[in-house]
T-cell receptor, first 112, second 116 residues
Framework: GQQLNQSPQSMFIQEGEDVSMNCTSSSIFNTWLWYKQDPGEGPVLLIALYKAGELTSNGRLTAQFGITRKDSFLNISASIPSDVGIYFCAGRWTPSGSRLTFGEGTQLTVNP | EPEVTQTPSHQVTQMGQEVILRCVPISNHLYFYWYRQILGQKVEFLVSFYNNEISEKSEIFDDQFSVERPDGSNFTLKIRSTKLEDSAMYFC??????????????FGPGTRLTVL
């Protein structure tokens, strides 16, 4: 099946710093999604990307759908303590169906 | 804001017992999904459901699993004879109708299943 490689696995940063994480795939997707998961909770959608090259922002978050359709990145600017959590990328190739393939997650820790 | 709800939040069962996990998707959504997440691992797709039938399932979703939409609001996942390795968080998700490649899946808070 399709595999997503997400990096880094974990990040420890100071409040106010910018953060960048990315996902790469060996196969193409036509949708990329970024979710955040807090402990014991379900994934919460942050940003959805539907077109190659698309750059979308949601507040301090910015994500891009790679031109090759095999990668995506998420940037968080001016991090704050509540940004702590696990960030997952997820891809979908709709000709194969609607299933989402998730990355392994990036654990973000923000030190105040 | 509408949200997906799931019950129970935590289910403990003995190996070999049947469990039913329940979900109430967002009311105008027509596509429903189950995913699971083993502790410390990534979220994995189990099954998608549309128009009262399974539209896609993964290799994890074997004969021990079944899904049902028993009425206009609930969506259930049944595990017939639980195994130790079924212990995981199970997430329900739903998405809007007719959006094709642009439909976005919204997740519930999950049910933590512990098989002893």
């Amino acid at each position: 099946g399709q595999q997503l490689n997400q990096s880094p696995q974990s990040m420890f940063i100071q409040e106010g710093e910018d953060v960048s994480m990315n996902c790469t795939s060996s196969s193409i997707f036509n949708t990329w999604l970024w979710y955040k998961q807090d402990p014991g909770e379900g994934p919460v959608l942050l940003i959805a990307l539907y077109k190659a090259g698309e750059l979308t922002s949601n507040g301090r978050l910015t994500a891009q759908f790679g031109i090759t359709r095999k990668d995506s990145f998420l940037n968080i600017s001016a991090s704050i303590p509540s940004d702590v959590g696990i960030y997952f990328c997820a891809g979908r190739w709709t000709p194969s169906g609607s299933r989402l393939t998730f990355g392994e997650g990036t654990q973000l820790t923000v030190n105040p | 804001e509408p949200e997906v709800t799931q019950t129970p939040s935590h289910q403990v069962t003995q190996m070999g017992q049947e469990v039913i996990l329940r979900c109430v998707p967002i009311s105008n959504h027509l596509y429903f999904y189950w995913y699971r997440q083993i502790l410390g691992q990534k979220v994995e797709f189990l099954v998608s459901f549309y128009n009262n039938e399974i539209s896609e399932k993964s290799e994890i979703f074997d004969d021990q699993f079944s899904v049902e939409r028993p009425d206009g609001s609930n969506f259930t996942l049944k595990i017939r004879s639980t195994k130790l390795e079924d212990s995981a968080m199970y997430f329900c998700a739903s998405s809007e109708p007719g959006q094709g490649s642009t439909d976005t899946q919204y997740f519930g808070p999950g049910t933590r299943l512990t098989v002893l």
